[in-house]
């Protein structure tokens, strides 16, 4: 008998440590709420540096929909697990964060809890943002507290039980979320060492272009080896690149500031938001992306810089416009393409030459087929790249064969295989994207088009 209520008390006692355990797991105090900040009370040359930092992670795409207010939130982010609504980060009183104090933004920021004390889904990237100084931090606070407050409610999320429970983010957090801010490295330039602090922070590129596990964590083990994003493939950039043409650093800095390179083609799909962004950061900053991004890409090996010279010298050469008119696919290619792919006129005025084009290079056909479809808008105010999208000019048959053609065409490698499900995939996603999104819908469903900053 005795024995059998020390057996109890040992698990009672185990019962309550791991309550108290998965408490202190869990329980975040909330901050005292403060009056809104009056815009004046900030700093400009503060606020103009916030400006500048918001661009380089991209803020107003996330918490901005089509047509809607800045920063207001309820952007739809699909993931694998349902769909998460961005927030309002206007300094509304009521349903933005304008009685948040600073010390409640940076720990949204580093630890990912809002000022409630409720642990924020790891959409809002903050495994990257620990990466960023309390000086930026407090330099995007103002930034944002200064913006135009919009009454705008949170949406509600789409998520299955037992993950619309915010306690089992803390459990992803004890997992994968690292702590440790930014520590440059002694041996490399400043210039590279700047770029590392903004691309493992703020610019949270790995968000995107580095694959996940099945917790929805980046895999460490694959940095920048490709990842997915609203139905779009981010290309690996690494030394895995399905680029025709190897990266370097200049490459790199005019695509960024540019948003298309001769070599490289046009940024499309969400890499068109981020770099529509970028084009008001100043150079020095995007070069110093540039020369850290240079490092992950590598030198090419002798036989990468043959195949990428050889690409280059077949786009440039007449040969290389002759095509089997009779091939699946070739008459489409030649009513709808080839009077702008294959024209003198050099980016952004003409198209790119295919064999240079790192949609049609990449594993699979997901970014080709959302190009055909959507097209590319042009740029507001700016001489850009632009393309009409053929989502109603063509049926799937006849954009299959376009790609499959392309394809062979273009490209030394295999043929792609479920071309067709990805165009059905791709026609979908435009569909959801239109009806999840709130705002007027007047348009297309491109995710290239958002407004600049």
């Given at each position: 008998?005795?024995?059998?209520?020390?057996?109890a008390?040992?698990i009672?006692?185990?019962?309550?440590a791991?309550?108290?355990?998965?408490?202190a797991?869990?329980?975040?105090?909330?901050?005292?709420?403060?009056?809104?900040?009056?815009a004046?009370?900030?700093?400009?040359?503060?606020?103009k540096?916030?400006r500048?930092?918001?661009?380089?992670?991209?803020?107003?795409?996330c918490?901005?929909?089509?047509?809607?207010?800045?920063?207001?939130?309820g952007?739809?982010?699909?993931?694998?697990f349902?769909?998460?609504?961005?927030?309002n980060?206007?300094?509304?009183?009521?349903?933005?964060?304008?009685?948040?104090?600073?010390?409640?933004?940076?720990?949204?920021?580093?630890?990912?809890?809002?000022r409630d004390?409720?642990?924020?889904?790891?959409?809002?990237?903050?495994?990257h943002?620990?990466?960023v100084?309390?000086?930026?931090?407090?330099?995007?606070?103002?930034?944002l507290?200064?913006?135009?407050p919009?009454h705008?409610?949170?949406?509600a999320?789409?998520?299955?039980?037992?993950l619309?429970?915010?306690?089992?983010?803390?459990g992803?957090k004890?997992l994968f979320?690292?702590?440790?801010?930014?520590?440059?490295?002694?041996?490399?330039?400043?210039?590279?060492?700047?770029?590392?602090?903004l691309?493992?922070?703020?610019?949270?590129?790995?968000?995107?272009?580095?694959?996940?596990?099945?917790?929805?964590?980046?895999?460490?083990?694959?940095?920048f080896?490709?990842?997915?994003?609203d139905?779009?493939?981010?290309?690996?950039?690494?030394a895995q690149?399905?680029?025709?043409?190897?990266w370097?650093?200049?490459?790199l800095?005019?695509?960024?500031?540019?948003?298309?390179?001769?070599?490289?083609?046009v940024?499309?799909?969400?890499?068109?938001?981020?770099?529509?962004?970028?084009?008001?950061?100043?150079?020095?900053?995007?070069?110093?992306i540039?020369?850290?991004?240079?490092?992950w890409?590598?030198?090419?090996?002798p036989?990468?810089?043959?195949?990428?010279?050889e690409?280059?010298?077949?786009?440039?050469?007449?040969?290389?416009q002759?095509?089997?008119?009779?091939?699946?696919?070739?008459?489409?290619y030649?009513?709808?393409?080839?009077?702008?792919?294959?024209?003198?006129?050099?980016?952004?005025?003409?198209?790119?030459?295919?064999g240079?084009s790192?949609?049609?290079?990449?594993?699979?056909?997901?970014?080709a087929?959302?190009i055909?479809?959507?097209?590319?808008?042009?740029?507001?105010?700016?001489?850009?790249?632009?393309m009409?999208?053929?989502a109603?000019s063509?049926?799937d048959?006849?954009?299959?064969?376009?790609?499959?053609?392309?394809?062979?065409?273009?490209?030394?490698?295999p043929?792609?295989?479920?071309?067709?499900?990805?165009?059905?995939d791709?026609?979908?996603?435009q569909?959801?994207?239109?009806?999840?999104?709130?705002g007027p819908?007047?348009?297309?469903?491109?995710?290239?088009?958002?407004?600049?900053?």
């Amino acid at each position: 008998m005795a024995s059998r209520r020390i057996i109890a008390s040992v698990i009672v006692i185990i019962v309550l440590a791991a309550a108290v355990a998965a408490f202190a797991v869990i329980w975040r105090p909330a901050i005292a709420a403060v009056d809104p900040p009056a815009a004046a009370s900030f700093d400009a040359a503060l606020v103009k540096r916030g400006r500048v930092l918001a661009a380089v992670g991209n803020c107003s795409d996330c918490h901005t929909v089509r047509g809607g207010q800045a920063f207001a939130g309820g952007l739809p982010v699909p993931t694998p697990f349902g769909t998460i609504y961005s927030s309002n980060i206007t300094p509304d009183a009521e349903t933005g964060i304008g009685r948040w104090p600073e010390a409640a933004f940076r720990r949204a920021m580093r630890s990912g809890v809002d000022r409630d004390g409720r642990h924020l889904y790891p959409t809002f990237p903050y495994d990257h943002f620990t990466n960023v100084s309390d000086e930026d931090d407090r330099a995007l606070y103002a930034y944002l507290m200064t913006r135009q407050p919009v009454h705008a409610q949170a949406r509600a999320n789409q998520l299955s039980f037992p993950l619309d429970q915010r306690f089992v983010i803390a459990g992803w957090k004890l997992l994968f979320l690292r702590r440790e801010t930014f520590q440059p490295d002694d041996t490399k330039s400043a210039e590279w060492n700047r770029g590392a602090y903004l691309v493992e922070g703020l610019a949270h590129c790995g968000a995107c272009h580095t694959p996940r596990n099945a917790l929805g964590a980046e895999r460490a083990s694959a940095t920048f080896a490709g990842g997915d994003v609203d139905n779009w493939h981010a290309y690996a950039i690494n030394a895995q690149s399905p680029s025709p043409v190897p990266w370097d650093a200049d490459a790199l800095f005019m695509y960024l500031r540019d948003g298309w390179h001769p070599d490289h083609g046009v940024a499309r799909g969400p890499m068109a938001q981020v770099v529509s962004n970028l084009s008001s950061v100043p150079e020095s900053e995007l070069r110093a992306i540039a020369t850290y991004m240079a490092g992950w890409f590598g030198a090419p090996t002798p036989d990468r810089k043959r195949r990428g010279d050889e690409v280059l010298t077949q786009a440039k050469s007449p040969a290389a416009q002759a095509s089997a008119t009779s091939a699946p696919g070739a008459s489409i290619y030649a009513a709808a393409c080839a009077s702008c792919h294959e024209t003198s006129r050099p980016l952004p005025y003409g198209g790119v030459n295919l064999g240079l084009s790192t949609a049609i290079s990449s594993p699979d056909a997901r970014n080709a087929a959302n190009i055909v479809l959507s097209g590319v808008r042009p740029v507001e105010g700016e001489r850009s790249p632009i393309m009409p999208g053929f989502a109603a000019s063509m049926d799937d048959g006849q954009i299959a064969a376009l790609l499959n053609y392309l394809r062979a065409r273009f490209s030394n490698q295999p043929a792609w295989t479920g071309v067709e499900k990805t165009i059905e995939d791709a026609r979908r996603t435009q569909t959801v994207f239109l009806q999840t999104s709130p705002g007027p819908h007047n348009a297309p469903a491109d995710p290239t088009q958002r407004d600049k900053p």
